[in-house]
Each structure stands twice: as structure tokens, then as C-alpha cells.
């Protein structure tokens, strides 16, 4: 495709219009959008749930027509994520090392997280990271290149550590959402009492 940054926009504004169904979706979207906007001034309930519902039978329809080939890119997706966090490659291992200083941090800052939940997450973060930094001098005692995903794999100590690693991030992200969801939940059902 060498379409000029023009012909790529012209192309974008008419693809609503080149066929019958395409207008058809635009026009469901519009509506959809309209009473979604409108529904946040009344805030009525019962508009809510139609629109969830009107959505979800929508989708729905799209899944029955396509379920094959969803199924197919979902189990690609579940494919590339167990690729990711089994086999990481050090672009993906140094981003969770970033997401744990990053809770690290803002578990030190904040003030009104409990000192339990203080505790686990200090636990979680510190295990990662100390497998983080036992990786990081085991490459360079061994002299392995970070580039190269085969000569990490390839080691056997590294490849244990990166996959407790690996684990250890999985059930600190699954802590922290398990624990904001319960704590709204919670913070919700104080409020309505």
C-alpha cells in the first residue's frame, strides 16, 4: 500500500459510506452515542441497562458471525501471552520491573493504603526485584548478551529466574486488582449504609 498520508485520510472519511451495511453501523454507533450522552444528563437506570443490552446482543451478533475466526485470534492472543510471560523477552521483563517499582513507589507515597496490604505489596515488589537484579548479575557474570532471547533461555538459572520472576509479578498484578475491586466494593457498600 503506497497511499499519501491525504489519500489515507480521504480514504478514512469515506469508508463509512462505500456500502449499505457500512452506513448502517455508523448510523447504530450514532445512535448508541446520542442516547449514552443524553442518559448522563437523567441518569436513568433502565436506559443503562437497555444500552448495555442493546451492545451486548450487538457484539453478540458479531461473534456469531465470526466465531471461528475469533476463536482463532483469541487463541493466538492466549498463545502470545503465555509466550510473554513463560518465554519473556527482556523488552517485557524490564517493563514489569518498571510496573513493580512503579506500585513500589506509589505503596511508599500513599497514605492511606492499610499496613497489610503494605506489607504484601512491599513483599511482592522486593521478591521481583530481587529476582530482577540476581538475573541482571548472572548475565554478567556469565557474560550473555540481553539481546539475544536464545542464550538466555539457554542457561538454566536464568531461565528459572525469569520464570519466579515472571510468576511473582502475575500474583502481584492479580493482589492489586483483587484489592482495588474489593476495596471500592467495600467503599461503595459504606456509603449506601
Known sequence: M????????????????????????????????VFFLYNEKRQNKKVKIALI????????????????????????????????????????YILTVIISLI???????????????KIITYTLTFIHLYLFTNFISLAISNNTSLTNTANIYQHDNMFVIVLFSEIIFIILILYKVIYHFCHIRYSKLKNTK
Open 2 to 33: 503506497d497511499l499519501s498520508i491525504i489519500e489515507q485520510l480521504l480514504t478514512f472519511i469515506t469508508l463509512p459510506f462505500q456500502s449499505f451495511l457500512t452506513i448502517e453501523i455508523l448510523l447504530i454507533f450514532i445512535i448508541l452515542y
Open 53 to 92: 443490552a442493546l451492545i451486548i446482543f450487538f457484539f453478540s451478533l458479531l461473534v456469531f458471525y465470526f466465531f471461528d475466526d475469533i476463536v482463532t485470534v483469541l487463541s493466538e492472543i492466549i498463545k502470545t501471552l503465555m509466550r510473554c510471560f513463560y518465554f519473556p523477552n527482556i523488552i517485557f
Open 103 to 117: 506500585i513500589l513507589i506509589y505503596t511508599t507515597i500513599k497514605n492511606n493504603i492499610t499496613k497489610l496490604n
